[in-house]
């Protein structure tokens, strides 16, 4: 039985996230703006969760309907089989999400939808379940049109860029889908060399290790669909037993990080430890306008730091021209990818640009440049 799902992911990567669940085996596959639909079974759902590298949550749809007040969301949400998806004793949220609702209060909106379901299991079951805002065993997510209200179940519980493996983090870290997502967007391949000469806490070269290993991004934490009444525990485990037959055994790679700050390095150091992926990368502790080129040729990324104070953004300033010196220099042959939410950035570098992608790292507006980098020719006049 085919069910439907939506996939939302960070703003910019539709693109790269559909192609993804085209790969998985997803069907009836439609990019909208921050997410993707998709069609499948409930095991293929399943799967998409465990290895899913965009995506942000797989959200079940449960119903679409016509409202024009409170009275008609909780009547739709009262008449669904609440009682058949899960048991009262888990604990729930609601999540609301709107574009041009007329209704006057969100919050009372998602109080009707709260009350709705609750009411329904005391109805079936003589009790109701508890809410619980921080940590739920169940969320249910509202979206809500001018006349349309759309209703998920989420079946992965955390976010799914919480893959379980990165516990040290700096002051801004990357998603780890958002650094997954700009790894596909630049082109790299495993195999290919790729440096991340400001690496933080490791972000980039954790995905990139994971892909090149082929280590499902899901593999090591757990998910809300395991908490559903339908849950098939004999058939999850199939799937969880052919995601890790299909690992690569851990060894070096060529993928190399640097950082400034030993305390960045640390935390990179300790992340991949923590996922069992230690020796695969090469990390040393470095000035970015120091760097060498590790091989001939490859792909480097990094997140800019993000200037938000006028001292901050005199810096950036500074570092940008010499930082197009250092990739002029010493990185012919190879592609660079900067992540910056600076968008004066191509003015101070002084590199021709060869692309720029619009992506948002949350609700903070960003670019990726792509400077194709060929030995004494990139400069601007």
């Known amino acids: ?11 910019g990567l ?14 009836d596959v439609r990019a909208t703006d921050g997410g993707v639909h998709f069609c499948g079974t409930w095991l293929l759902g399943c799967r998409v969760n465990l290895h899913s590298r965009i995506a942000s949550r797989i959200l079940w749809r449960v119903a679409m309907s016509n409202y024009r007040s409170e009275q008609d969301i909780y009547d739709t949400v009262y008449a ?9 004793s888990r604990t729930i949220r609601v999540n609301m999400a709107a574009i041009k609702c007329p209704l006057k209060s969100l919050d009372f909106v998602t109080l009707k939808i709260k009350d709705a379901v609750c ?6 079951v003589g009790e109701r379940p508890s809410v619980d805002t921080h940590a739920p065993d169940m969320r249910i997510h509202a979206f809500l049109e001018q006349s349309r209200m759309t209703l998920y179940v989420d079946t992965s519980g955390d976010a799914l860029f919480k893959r379980g493996v990165r516990q040290y983090t700096n002051i801004a870290p990357l998603r780890e889908n958002l650094a997954a997502g700009i790894l596909l967007l630049s082109g790299w391949q495993p195999g290919t060399p790729l440096l991340d000469p400001m690496c933080g806490s490791g972000t980039f070269l954790i995905e990139a290790a994971q892909m090149s290993l082929n280590i499902a991004p899901g593999i090591g934490r757990r998910f ?14 199939k799937i969880r037993a052919e995601a890790q037959a299909a690992q690569l055994p851990v060894s070096e790679l060529p993928i190399f990080g640097s950082d400034l700050y030993g305390d960045e390095l640390k935390a990179a150091h300790l992340n991949l430890e923590n996922a069992g992926i230690r020796q695969a990368v090469d990390l040393k502790q470095c000035n970015v306008l120091e ?10 990324v990094a997140n800019l730091p993000y200037g938000e104070r006028m001292g901050e953004l005199a810096e950036l300033e500074a570092l940008y021209p010499k930082l197009g010196d250092v990739l002029k220099k010493k990185f012919g042959g190879w592609n660079a990818y900067l992540f910056t939410s600076d968008l004066r950035l191509p003015k101070f570098i002084r590199l021709s640009v060869s692309r720029r992608t619009p992506l948002f790292n949350g609700a903070i507006e960003c670019r990726l440049f792509e400077y194709k980098l060929v030995a004494g020719s990139n400069r601007v006049k």
């Open 1 to 11: 039985m085919s069910e439907n799902f939506f996939a939302p992911c960070p703003r």
């Open 14 to 27: 539709e693109a790269v996230l559909g192609n993804e669940l085209t790969t998985l085996g997803a069907q």
């Open 80 to 88: 669904l089989p609440w009682g058949d998806w899960f048991d009262v």
């Open 119 to 124: 009411d329904k299991f005391r109805k079936l």
């Open 224 to 237: 809300a669909f395991e908490k559903l009444n339908n849950f098939d525990a004999a058939a999850w485990e």
């Open 291 to 300: 760097v060498s080129a590790p091989a001939a040729h490859g792909v480097l």
